[in-house]
């Protein structure tokens, strides 16, 4: 019978809660959905609403396009296609996808940010303090040889109106 029958007719079912642990589990918050709290997942999570709190998982946290996150985000993997208002702190790599945002911190020891994605705030390129599965430290924490900041500078088109080239500044 259907899905939750195997081809003898036992009753077999299939779910994410106790299903085949080789199976990775994945999380969705659907767009127009709204979370006020903290999300914590061992696997991955995916954002097309809106989260007001923190948002930890092990796996990979994306933000969707149209999804927004206010608070910080703790993972393994962070891809940004929506808007995240708070820290991204990620073990192993951000990627910052055109049209996205981050208005915060970011700490990974990868980075990809996309022409036309913004970010707003420090960069550090180092290994994270802190483990998604871990007590947070806040991405500002350092390490034992200090943390590798870089300050991305504002754009101003001086000396652009004077025919002369742009520059950063």
Known sequence: ???????????????????DPREPRFSVVAGGMQVAGEITSDSVVKIEGTVEGNVR?????????????????VTGEAI?????????????????????????????PQLAIHEGGE????VRTRRPAVSPGGDADRAGAGGATGPSTTEIPDFHPVGASAGGPARWG
């Open 80 to 108: 940004i296609g929506g808007e995240v208002r708070g820290s991204v702190v990620a073990e192993n790599r951000v990627e910052i996808q055109p049209g996205s945002v981050v208005n915060g911190d970011i700490t990974a």
């Open 57 to 73: 998982a092990e796996g990979q946290v994306l933000v969707a396009k149209g999804g927004l996150v206010i608070g910080d985000i």
């Open 1 to 19: 019978m259907g899905m939750f029958s195997d081809a003898d007719g036992g009753s077999r079912r299939k779910t994410a809660v106790g299903g």
């Open 119 to 122: 970010v707003n705030g420090l």
